[in-house]
């Protein structure tokens, strides 16, 4: 799916955030397990300052297990409540109830002390264009019991979700913009495939793609493209370059005159990225961040901060 932002969408899906916040206990935020800093937005500190949040790593399925950890370990280490997610097939869904309780237990608590109990938490998903928003939505309702539909004291035309009889989810999730200050968080977020691909140049990012995956996961090129001997492509500067040639020759992509098309081996090698058949593969890892605005979160109850 393809997404162009406009400043008038950004503005309204604030407001209705704004609105919603009011009638929440509960954030619960999605980032991408592969980029889990260039998917969030600092801008969600402000929105909910005053909320208890949980971060949930959707797309675990696409990422590096081992960097996934590390990434749980760190937002855990910054009061962050954190799950690994693959929304898709539901993995990872049981630890989502204990983290509601955990982040929650302030308000909880503050219930039972006034006589209230078992009175659900109520939360909004938010996140980021393209991140799972919906998927974890419908996939979380799959076992719920009903749509609880509009009551007293609830804004008319509401919709909450009953997950359990601990939760409900407001059915609209909450849109966040990626923040696209560096640009290395644009290169991050066009490589999961968050943006407009035509306005984006595939060849430059493969290259990029190319040049981290080098570094970080040496193997996987040539066990995907079938490339016997890496030294082949020489260590000088245009190795990127030789590589994507190497692919489009295993893959048959020519140009006009016959030639080897790096263009068409840009789409097929970020198309292999983007569905996981390149691997397993984290493009972030905690403390390379060069985004600290995530860093400094704290949490308005429940994490005993
Ligand atoms: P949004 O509401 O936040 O915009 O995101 P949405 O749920 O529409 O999901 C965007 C894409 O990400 C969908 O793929 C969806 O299937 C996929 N997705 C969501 N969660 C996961 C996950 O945990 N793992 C993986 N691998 N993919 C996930 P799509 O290609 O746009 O649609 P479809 O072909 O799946 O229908």
Same mark, same amino acid.
């Given at each position: 799916m393809e997404y162009q932002w406009y400043p008038g969408h950004m503005t309204k899906a604030r407001r209705m955030m704004q609105e919603n916040m009011g009638l929440i206990d509960l954030v619960i935020e999605l980032a991408d397990a592969r980029i889990p800093a260039a998917s969030r937005n600092p801008d969600i500190n402000d929105l909910a300052w005053n909320k208890p949040r949980i971060v949930l790593l959707n797309k675990s399925d696409l990422a590096d297990e081992a960097v996934t950890r590390a990434w749980m370990k760190h937002l855990e280490q910054e009061g962050v409540y954190a799950v690994s997610l693959d929304a898709r097939n539901r993995? &990872?869904? +049981?630890a989502i109830d204990a983290n509601v309780a955990k982040a929650c237990a302030a308000k909880i608590e503050r219930d039972r002390a006034r006589g209230i109990l078992n009175r659900p938490v109520r939360a909004m998903v938010v996140g980021i264009p393209n991140v799972g928003k919906s998927t974890f939505i419908n996939s979380f309702a799959k076992k719920a019991v009903a749509k609880t539909g509009n009551k007293p004291g609830v804004t008319k035309g509401k919709q909450w979700i009953r997950m359990s009889k601990t939760l409900e989810l407001l059915d609209t999730p909450g849109i966040l913009w990626p923040k696209m200050g560096d640009p290395e968080t644009g290169l991050h977020l066009a490589l999961i495939g968050s943006m407009n691909d035509e306005i984006l140049d595939p060849e430059k990012m493969a290259l990029q793609l190319i040049e981290m995956l080098e570094r970080s996961y040496p193997e996987l090129l040539g066990k995907r493209y079938g490339f016997e001997d890496p030294g082949m492509f020489g260590n000088e500067e245009n190795r990127e370059h030789r590589i994507l040639e190497g692919i489009a020759k295993v893959r048959g992509c020519l140009g006009k005159g016959g030639e080897a098309s790096c263009e068409k081996a840009a789409g097929i090698l970020l198309e292999d990225f983007r569905s996981g058949r390149l691997g397993r593969i984290s493009l972030e890892r905690p403390g390379?961040?060069? +985004? &600290?605005?995530?860093?400094?979160e704290t949490h308005a109850e429940g994490n005993g901060n």
């Open positions: 993995s &990872g869904m +049981k390379d961040e060069t +985004k &600290g605005d995530m860093q400094e």
